[in-house]
DNA sequence: GTGAAAGCGCTAACAT
DNA sequence: ATGTTAGCGCTTTCAC
């Protein structure tokens, strides 16, 4: 296996160390006959550079590194798909490192990335604080923060617009005549279901409408979180027509509660979810919902990542969600 | 930045980087003093090894590596997850290489995984030859496969029992009195999809029952292949009250699809799916499907990997599928 | 208990 | 065009 090294090439091939790794790197000045032999005695011998010798004098790695709470998460596996993409057509190693939801074990994934010399990272952080994100990507150029807007760092962050997202769901609510909303949000102490729900909440009041706060319920933005999240709604008494779910997974949590307590989405009320993920459209009834662009968003980061964007281009990049109009919304 | 070598802390505590070395990996033989001092000195220097020096010398490094066709497949996800989770346990990096499904990528997946000197890899792989990896298992004694049986190499190998999971999705049908029964499978050319027919069928002589030939389609293993697949059933004009159908993904979308149809699952078609992604659980009608414990071998397989079991234990690892009925299974 | 020194396999000047 | 050499940062005998 792997066994044979630099030297054994050379000696075989009655050059130095130093031809070799010039041909190993494409390197020029190296004859072509040379090279060929060199070339040759290389699959032969079945020689594979160590990589860790070469990170070490070269004080970096030929990895790009993700930074996400799980990888089960179909929304977090995308990301890393994408990001993945990348990295194959860069030939380099992915390496992906979980962070739960916790300040302190994102921050070890990051540390942990680091150790192993990865320039480029791709993190997806909602419990750094911002100050010591822009510290960190003050010494790293090649930080990248997906899903996340920080002023001081704009140019390295590949963020969504979740007021937008808000604002089109209302919109649409409001288009089709209901007045008698309810919203479902994630209990997580992040900014997005907050954006979310101010955007929606503006949306609404833009059409006069007007959210009841007994019809705002947290839960965890999981399918689980979903069904307690519509529990707790059909506890308040409280008529609603419609319902504007924080993510995919809990809409579909909510819709299949709703229908085991015998009520029908859309007939007795609308739902739309949050992030557009491949399922929406097979659930029963298939998901309305805001298209979250998370593929083009990971690889659009990844190559960011990959490039060291010393000089901020100024050029943003925020991503914009659009509404998909499905079969879990109906007018009133 | 972590910029402090072993040197500088040496400098900085008075002593060499021997000792420091020792106080870094625990070792032995360091007065109390002279290793407080230098913790002290790490920690307020932000010291941290630098692991590619380290595996250089070791020729080994602290990582898990898995080998996997795309990491957005849930089901592929949960089995990363699985590793993830001893390897956050054991501190050991979690390096994932994706390698489609060609024995090519497979392989070339394998080969980044090594060369980065990483000795523990789960392996999930359909299309790289049986002799090909009794020769590489032979060399690496800390590689597992997952998903799949070598009789060589069996005390390395974690896989799943398809034939009976067939079998109980045929002994089902039959129990709830199904006598038109179809079937969609994977049209992977791998051993699954035949091993989950076999049993399937297997089963359902075992019944006095029979499959017909013009009832069992192929398609991806995906939803739009179950989308795909359903079409091709209902095209043959040939009655069916019941399918067994290869994952959960291609059952939801023959569900999907049966239901835009106007075919009621359960109550026109029962099907059963095969995994048991967590999805299922929330899918209307839910399903009834064959649980993949998949979770627990990927943990087991990690906890193999980490562990260099040089002397086979002959204990083999294989798991069951269990049956687990939820809605959209019926009687006839 | 601690230090000196020899590499691990590779790259990158600097020579030739 | 090719060789020599000095490290990269670390672990590990082997002395003391």
Redesign the interface.
Known sequence: ??KATIKDIARAANVSVATVSRVVNNGPKVGAKTRERIQHLISTMGY??????R??VMKK?ATIGVVIP?????FF??L??GI?QIA?ENKV??????GQVSAESEMKAI??L????CESIVIHSKKIPDETLIALFN??PKFVLIDRYIEAISHRCIWLDNHIGGQKAADYFSELNHSNIACVNSNLDIDDPKERLAGFQRGLASHGLTLNDKLITYASPS?QGGEQAAQDLLKQNTPFSAIFVYNDAMA??V??TL?DKGLSVPNDVSVIGFDDV??S????P?LTTLRYPIDSMAKNAALLALSANINPTAQSSSYSPELVIRESTQAL
Chains 1, 2 share one sequence.
Request: glycine share 2%; hydrophobic share 40%.
């Open positions: 296996m792997s594979q550079p160590n990589i860790n010798a990170s070490l790695a799980d990888v089960a998460d179909p596996a995308a890393a798909n993945d194959r190693q992915l390496l992906i490192s979980t540390a942990s680091m150790q192993q010399r010494d790293n399918l579909i949590g819709i299949s229908e491949l399922l459209r097979y659930s029963r298939k």
